[in-house]
């Protein structure tokens, strides 16, 4: 077709990357008319939950001042709940993002003299400040709070004898992140956290077990709290807001720890009681009602980047072939020249910012400089299509998201051209 190849090339990709894209495609057809199932699916399973809990039009208007009897905030938390199949939830514009949803779901279930253990490895990089493994002004350590970790097995395997060994009296609560973060060790399927969190609550049954959900949300049939989670937490510019939430952040789960937060989120003695939606709510149903769609289509881009890049010899986890449990995609690329052309690639794919060229920068909560392509309508969105990667061995690129499947297969396009030109 004209107009397919020639708006193409006006774009500035080649007939060779065309062509070459076109038959990866083609390749991929199984792959994604399981993903359009699971889209299918997890959209039913959303306003399911939607028509449930009675959302109805006056829930997408919301309070302001101190917000009390704010329907729409409640009824949107009823809805978190049953989409999750959790008691209860806190889903808040007052949430400013995954790290402070997950902060406060640990201190607010963790007391002075408790320890937090991570079975699987090194929690993501924000955290750290959170917990204290690097120094930080209010971390968990500071409050006494102790921490332990159990690295996964070479093979990726959890250590299970490592695990009962650092289980003890104090041991209360047991942080599992999902996805990989800025690893590149597998990400977890909900089937895993789900044997993982069955030995734990053999060794004693009373541990709180929290998962780190960001960016696994709608990407298989079932969540982590259908598999044991006491608790998931997760962002709403990552998947559940479905690229519309502006801000907010998420924690679903038992009622007993849902509270706990509340009163860490807002005061002892107010907990879910306060907190103004303002004008958020709207955007907070209609994204999580859009999430499975554009996390469907997330998955098709992330595949896509594995299948171009395996195809041209770098290192891709996952591979194009295996299955996904979150839809963030690490490319090694070996080189801060490659890992910057990728980004630049992504970035010049954007509605927003695509004149803008994204240098590496030293972020707050990460421990080397990064490179950030992500020409988003919600500022650090990335859910939209985003790429990030630390510059730092084994210089691996981390992309993400795309709310539509034709603008993340663009953006991939123009990645893989600016990473070919450097060779
Ligand atoms: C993004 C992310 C976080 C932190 O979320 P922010 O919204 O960036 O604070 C935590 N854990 C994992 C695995 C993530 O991907």
Redesign the pocket.
């Known amino acids: 077709m004209m107009e397919y190849k020639e708006i193409y090339n006006k774009l500035g990709i080649t007939d060779e990357t065309l062509d070459k894209s076109e038959k990866m495609i083609s390749d991929l057809k199984d792959r994604f008319d399981k993903i359009d199932r699971l889209c299918e699916v997890n959209q039913l399973k959303v306003i399911q939950a939607m028509q449930d809990s009675r959302v109805s039009e006056a829930c997408l208007s919301g309070t302001t001042g101190y917000g009390y009897n704010d329907i729409g905030r409640d009824t949107l938390e009823d809805v978190y709940a049953a989409v999750f199949k959790t008691e209860a939830a806190l889903v808040r514009p007052q949430i400013t993002?995954?790290?402070h949803a997950?902060a406060i779901a640990l201190m607010g279930n963790l007391r002075p003299g408790d320890e937090l253990l991570s079975p699987v490895g090194k929690p993501?990089d924000?955290l750290e400040e959170v917990i204290g493994i690097r120094p930080g002004r209010g971390s968990l350590s500071e409050y006494g709070i102790t921490y332990s970790q159990v690295d996964l097995k070479s093979d990726g395997s959890f250590d299970y004898d490592g695990i009962r060994k650092a289980v003890n009296e104090r041991t209360k609560l047991v942080t599992i992140?999902r996805?990989k973060?800025y690893q590149t060790r597998k990400t977890l399927s909900v089937d895993e956290i789900g044997e993982l969190i069955a030995f734990i609550k053999g060794i004693r049954s009373d541990i709180i077990c929290m998962v780190?959900n960001?960016?696994g949300e709608f990407t298989e049939y079932k969540e982590p709290s259908e598999a044991g989670a006491d608790m998931c937490v997760g962002?709403l510019?990552?998947n559940p807001g479905g690229g519309l939430a502006p801000i907010g952040g998420y924690i679903v789960g038992t009622k007993e720890c849902i509270e706990n937060a509340a009163v860490r989120l807002t005061t002892p003695g107010l907990g879910k009681e306060v907190g103004a939606s303002l004008d958020v709510l709207r955007s907070l149903y209609q994204g999580l009602f859009l999430a499975p769609s554009v996390t469907a289509s997330a998955l098709k881009n992330a595949i896509f980047a594995a299948k171009m890049f395996e195809d041209a010899g770098y290192a891709v986890v996952p591979d194009a072939s295996e299955q996904r449990h979150d839809i963030i995609q690490a490319v090694t690329l070996g080189s801060p020249e490659k890992v910057i052309a990728f980004c630049r690639g992504i970035q010049s794919a954007a509605p927003v910012d695509g004149h803008v060229t994204p240098e590496p920068w030293d972020m707050p909560g990460y421990d080397a400089p990064v490179i950030m392509a992500a020409g988003a309508f919600i500022s650090g969105s990335s859910i939209e299509l985003s790429a990030d990667g630390p510059i730092k061995e084994p210089y691996a690129v981390y992309f993400q998201g795309g709310l539509t499947w034709a603008h993340g297969k663009f953006g991939i396009m123009k990645a893989y051209q600016m990473v070919k030109d450097t060779e």
């Open positions: 993002c995954g790290t997950l993501y924000t992140q996805s973060g780190d960001c960016y962002s510019i990552k």
